[in-house]
């Protein structure tokens, strides 16, 4: 919901990884029961949507930016693997929001997940 909200704010470009994550969905819909039971919200919806943005853009070659290689990130990946540190903005703006009420937005240079 981060990511399509950020696209279509412009606040981002489309990247591998928003292609990534739009092509890797099937629609199933279980998401929606874990996110209603949490949040109220039901994403399957957001994500029908944003798998026609991606297609729209992809099939009128429109440009894929794609993250670059720093030292920082190939220090990171060194510890721990390529796939699992990004400096890709469509997984970073998803990182961007706290749900406390005195944090501010701010997308944040790196994301690291455990493998």
Request: proline content about 8%; glycine content about 2%; some cysteine.
């Amino acid at each position: 919901m981060d990511l399509y909200a950020a696209l279509v704010e412009k606040r981002i470009p489309v990247t591998e990884k928003c292609i990534e994550i739009a092509d890797t969905c099937d629609l199933c819909g279980k998401c929606d029961m874990q996110c209603y039971f949490v949040t109220e919200m039901k994403p399957t919806i957001v994500m029908r949507a944003l798998k026609k943005m991606i297609k729209r853009h992809t099939k009128n070659s429109i440009a894929v930016r794609h993250p670059t290689n720093d030292p920082v990130l190939m220090e990171l990946q060194e510890i721990v693997g390529d796939y699992w540190a990004t400096n890709d903005l469509g997984i970073t703006v998803t990182y961007s929001s706290d749900p406390c009420p005195l944090a501010r937005p701010r997308t944040p240079e790196y994301v690291i997940m455990p493998n």
